[in-house]
């Protein structure tokens, strides 16, 4: 046992193998635990199956001295993980007179009589702890033995492994596992307007300079995100030193595209910096639908520098809500830089805003031709006197392609408002 290190995590339920359930008990462990400095190594899914569980266990408490096992302490003979893990330290099952007559008791409180079956959720290996679950039926089970290792038995339903987690289990893992000298510590910088791999080919030189950091990138779908580790390896300070620094080569290598940090949201700090500024915006969406509108208002506080937002789906609805020249629709077409401006233009001329976006494009599936492909999306943006309609060409299905077109159009007039 001595020299190992670190925890597995065991999720148990054959709802996870058929994956009509989310591991999310093991996900919220994970950030929980590296908030503190204790690192999972490695999670295992296994179905209802005394052998599956056990055998699971036993391989990982041949490699780390502690494992969290989610699930299968329930009443009903699908739940087996009380008897596996027994059967493995070679404890027998006995009834906890105590904890029966608390069971026994909430039913009695509900007006009833306690099922027989449930007699089996007091049934604690003899040796092992009880902790006590003031949320639901089944307590945590802690079993703990120099030769074996430590095994925390948990409820699988979220919130009362959650409980469980922060109401003693925590506390028996640190006391065997003692978390290294740091705990995670992590960054996050957003960028938007760039594809994955020439990001990674623009700061592959910084990325080779940062260990003992890690760089990741994570795609969301409208930015992707930078998130710089720092794994517990560094004593506290010197890791938010090495982070600083890192965060920052990456930020000035980047420039404008990276807009954020943590989980900032693009809308928000466009809707601040309007704020800041006193400035009002108006929108005028064709292919987005009012998706811009959408993002802008989110935040509490938007009718601060929010004034408008039109829907213009038709031809005929630009030509009548916003007084585009019909003869640009046959000149350009709907989707084209001339459409764009005169959506810009026309928006503002009509709400006396000083800012405005406008967009028009091809969400697909169908509509895209050889010239003006699916994905063809024409945004404008003007902050006062200035004024850009750009081009981009997205891909995705429509939802991704209105999402990216979205973020797109917001990140276009944070970018001119930030360089006045
Ligand atoms: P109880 O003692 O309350 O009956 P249990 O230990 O028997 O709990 P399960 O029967 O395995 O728990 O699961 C109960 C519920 O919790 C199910 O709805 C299941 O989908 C959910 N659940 C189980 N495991 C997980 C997991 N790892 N992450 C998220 N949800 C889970
Ligand atoms: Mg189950």
Redesign the pocket.
């Known amino acids: 046992v001595s020299g190992r290190s670190g925890i597995e995590v065991v999720?148990?339920?054959d709802?996870?193998l058929l994956g009509?359930?989310?591991?999310?008990?093991?996900a919220w462990l994970g950030q929980r635990l590296a908030g503190m400095g204790l690192r999972v190594m490695r999670r295992s899914v296994v179905g209802d199956d005394e052998k599956a569980i056990r055998s699971a266990v036993e391989a990982a408490l041949a490699r780390v001295p502690v494992v969290i096992c989610?699930?299968?302490?329930?009443?009903?003979p699908?739940?087996r993980?009380r008897a596996a893990v027994a059967g493995l330290y070679g404890w027998p099952l006995e009834v906890d007179e105590s904890w029966l007559a608390v069971i026994r008791e909430r039913f009695t409180r509900r007006g009833m009589v306690m099922p027989l079956i449930n007699r089996v959720?007091a049934e604690v290996p003899r040796g092992a702890t009880l902790v006590r679950n003031e949320v639901?039926?089944?307590p945590g089970l802690i079993l703990d033995s120099d030769k074996i290792g430590l095994a925390a038995l948990?409820?699988?339903?979220?919130s009362?492994?959650r409980w469980l987690m922060e109401h003693g289990v925590i506390e028996h893992i640190t006391r065997r596992s003692p978390p290294s000298a740091g705990r995670v510590q992590k960054r996050v910088l957003r960028v938007t307007g760039i594809a994955e791999s020439a990001l990674a080919e623009r700061i592959a030189d910084v990325e080779s300079s940062l260990a003992p950091l890690t760089l990741a990138y994570l795609p969301t779908g409208t930015s992707i995100d930078l998130r710089l580790t720092c794994w517990g390896d560094l004593p506290e300070a010197e890791a938010g030193a090495a982070l600083d620094t890192a965060e920052q080569k990456l930020a000035e290598r980047l420039g404008p595209l990276a807009w954020g940090r943590g989980d900032d949201d693009l809308a928000t700090l466009l809707g601040e910096a309007l704020r800041a500024r006193g400035l009002r915006i108006a929108v005028a969406e064709s292919c987005t639908g009012g998706l811009v509108a959408k993002r802008l208002t989110d935040a509490a506080g938007a009718s601060d520098y929010m004034l408008a937002g039109v829907i213009t789906y038709s031809n005929e609805s630009k030509q009548t809500l916003l007084g585009v020249d019909p003869a640009l629709f046959e000149a350009h077409g709907a989707v084209s830089e001339a459409v764009a401006g005169a959506m810009l233009e026309g928006v503002r001329v009509r709400t006396g805003a000083t800012c405005a976006i406008s967009v028009t494009g091809v969400a697909g599936p169908g509509g895209g031709t050889a010239e003006k492909p699916v994905g063809t999306v024409w945004i404008g943006a003007a902050a006062g006197e200035r004024t850009r309609v750009s081009l981009y060409r997205l891909f995705g299905t429509r939802a991704e392609i209105r999402a990216r077109a979205c973020q797109a159009a917001l990140k276009q007039l944070f970018d001119l408002l930030r360089e006045t």
């Open positions: 999720a148990i339920g709802e996870l009509d359930t989310i591991d999310t008990n093991g989610s699930g299968g302490l329930g009443p009903t699908d739940d993980t959720q639901g039926t089944a948990l409820p699988g339903v979220p009362e492994f």
